[in-house]
């Protein structure tokens, strides 16, 4: 084996496996292109020896082969393996390590930063007339936020929504209430056929359904559940143990 390049002996095991190209990339999960280039021995599109590794273990157990002595023939025959590194060359070091000198305060510096800040007081005390000092104004600031002229019209409030407005917008609300004198199943759909409740309701147990358009209502047992929609009560829809089904709309404003 280690006369032969790690390409060919895993194209080899392949081949003596009965697997063709396409079937152990099923097998591996690596592409078909790259299975091809490691059996012609070019791993530059693994991505580096510690993906080319991983590779050669994932081929050589599909095929029948030893994955870790495969990984060894390949660091022996591609160098893979890293240099070892001498202690003393990590700690011997290459230059000298320079302290650099603390130097003496430069006094002149100092001097003329000093020489410099009398000759701007002096000039501003020129500008400013003889013992005085200009000023800025100063404007006192509210701290209540800004305040609205006198005169100034006052910004619109929202409208309000009518009681007649909102009776028409509400105007289509269907509202059905039912109370179990024993338990049955009841199926609940709005007018668009969207659930509103599918289940037994308990007897003793009442539940109410809103929605727009319309109610469509399934009973098993109306003589089991007594109604009420739109705050009319109806009663129960039928007989004990008969299945109804009734589609409940709007109420009808009355006209005038």
């Known amino acids: 084996m280690n006369e032969q390049t790690i390409g060919v002996v895993l194209a080899e095991a392949r081949r003596a496996a009965g697997l063709t190209v396409g079937q152990l990339s099923a097998i591996t ?5 790259l299975l091809y280039a490691i059996e012609r021995d070019d791993f530059s599109l693994c991505g580096g020896d510690f993906y080319t590794r991983g590779h050669v273990k994932a081929i050589a157990k599909a095929v029948g082969l030893d994955p870790e002595a495969m990984v060894h023939l390949y660091d022996e025959q591609h160098g893979g393996l890293p240099q070892p590194v001498r202690a003393a060359t990590v700690f011997q070091s290459s230059k000298g390590v320079k302290l650099r000198e603390r130097g003496r305060p430069n ?3 100092a001097l003329g930063v000093a020489l410099a800040i009398v000759v701007v007081f002096g000039v501003v005390r020129v500008m400013g007339g003889a013992g005085q000092v200009p000023t800025a104004e100063i404007t006192p600031v509210s701290s209540t936020g800004p305040t609205v002229p006198p005169n100034a019209p006052a910004s619109p409030a929202e ?3 009518t009681a007649a407005q909102s009776t028409q917008k509400d105007s289509d609300l269907v509202v059905v209430k039912a109370k179990a004198k024993r338990s049955s ?4 759909r709005d007018s668009k056929g969207k659930k509103l409740f599918a289940g037994t309701l308990r007897a003793g147990k009442s539940d ?3 929605a727009r358009a319309g109610v ?3 009973l098993r047992d109306a003589g ?5 929609v739109n705050g009319k009560n109806l009663g129960t829809l039928g007989a004990s143990g008969e299945q109804v089904r009734r589609t409940f709309g709007p109420e009808t404003p009355p006209q005038r």
């Open 29 to 33: 999960k690596i592409r078909e292109a």
């Open 107 to 109: 006094w002149t510096m």
């Open 159 to 161: 409208p309000r929504r």
């Open 185 to 188: 199943y009841i199926n609940v």
């Open 208 to 210: 109410t359904w809103t």
């Open 216 to 218: 469509n209502l399934l």
């Open 224 to 228: 089991a559940v007594s109604l009420q």
